[in-house]
């Protein structure tokens, strides 16, 4: 049995009733709404088929269908109508990034939140960064007779501020000498260059002043990975709550532990850096192997920082969700993105506040 021009135009029918109603859909209905050109007896029949075939299903005892994951599938691969935003949810999208875009945590924020606001879903959006943060500087300044200030400098424009207690702090002369043979040693160092040989120059180097630089090596390591996390931002979680699916008190409550553990987060936005992997994917319903999250569908991307893909967007719905808008606002969200921080990345926006 193949899919016909007519069984496409139903299939086609019963996905957008089902959007936009979430209620099962039957074939006189069909015939009411949809100017088909076919009776409803003849719709009835070319839905069993559409059933037996897998692309529709019965809930229930319900009279009306609904469509089926395999459904969703052929429907967003084949059939789906690209879609433009309007002026108004361009701009929309374009104001929420383009406030204090020197903070790079910030425009996060205001980017999940303007995504969900956009599309009524849960939207999930990781900070960008670049695959290896390097130190740029650092420079020892004395604060008082037992403290000095660590300011660590790294070339992603953060800056990091520690306060170090020691025992003897040398006078600002000798700390200037320290931190100018520190930086020599751990310029340019990602945190996998310090290594056991730079420990070692650098305790060698500083024989009397082991236990600062010690504290000050930590410093810089921590600095470095808290810079290499990933940073996660959500928003919209509460809407799911309008949609008639997540009715069920448990399963809404498995879905936002969900969004409570950032790994489960960041392996639904899908894990690595593929710098290759610039289009829009749509994962339906089970194809996330994600238990609690059976139900609902994810319209994810990648957007570049410099020549990496290092940050990553996620729309959460329901199964039904309006495909061909969440993948019309993604689009365009993403290349806004790409845009900014570009610009970022170019220096163009005056730093990074930290």
Do not use: W
Not at 24 to 53: C, F, H, Q, V
Not at 91 to 114: C, G, H, P, W
Not at 183 to 208: H, P, V, W, Y
């Amino acid at each position: 049995m193949k899919l016909n021009d007519r069984k496409i135009r139903i299939l086609e029918a019963i996905i957008t009733d089902y959007i936009a109603t979430a209620e099962p859909i039957g074939s006189r209905t069909i015939a009411r709404k949809y100017n088909l050109g076919i009776s409803p007896a003849t719709i009835r029949n070319e839905m069993s088929d559409l059933e037996e075939l897998g692309f529709i299903e019965q809930p229930h005892t319900s009279a009306g269908r609904v469509p089926s994951q395999k459904g969703y599938r052929l429907y967003v691969d084949n059939l789906m109508q690209s879609r433009k935003l309007s002026q108004e949810e361009a701009d929309f999208l374009k104001n929420a990034i383009s406030f204090n875009v020197n903070r790079i945590e910030y425009m996060m924020e205001q980017t999940a939140k303007a995504l969900a606001m956009l599309t009524s879903y849960t939207t999930v959006v990781t900070e960008p960064k670049s695959r290896k943060v390097k130190v740029k500087h650092i420079q020892l300044i004395p604060i008082d007779e037992s403290e000095i200030a660590a300011v660590i400098v790294l070339d992603n424009k953060a800056i990091k501020n520690n306060i170090i207690r020691v025992r003897n702090i040398p006078d600002t002369d000798e700390l200037n000498k320290i931190s100018s043979g520190i930086n020599g040693i751990l310029k340019n160092c990602s945190a996998e260059d310090i290594d056991s040989g730079a420990i070692t120059e650098l305790m060698r180097s500083f024989t009397q002043y082991k236990d600062m630089v010690t504290k000050v090596l930590k410093a810089v390591i921590s600095a470095l990975h808290q810079e290499e996390d990933v940073h996660v931002y959500t928003s919209g979680v509460k809407n799911l709550l309008g949609f008639p699916e997540f009715s069920d008190v448990t399963k809404v409550k498995n879905i936002f532990q969900t969004f409570e553990e950032k790994d489960m987060l960041i392996t639904l936005l899908g894990e690595g850096d593929d710098t290759s992997a610039d289009k829009i994917q749509i994962i339906i319903g089970g194809e996330n192997n994600m238990e609690e999250l059976r139900d609902c569908s994810i319209v994810r991307a990648n957007y570049r920082f410099g020549n990496n893909s290092v940050g990553k967007i996620g729309i959460i719905g329901p199964t039904r969700m309006n495909y061909s808008q969440t993948v019309a606002v993604l689009n365009e969200i993403v290349k806004k993105l790409d845009s900014v921080i570009g610009a970022f990345v170019d220096g163009e926006d005056g730093g990074y506040d930290e």
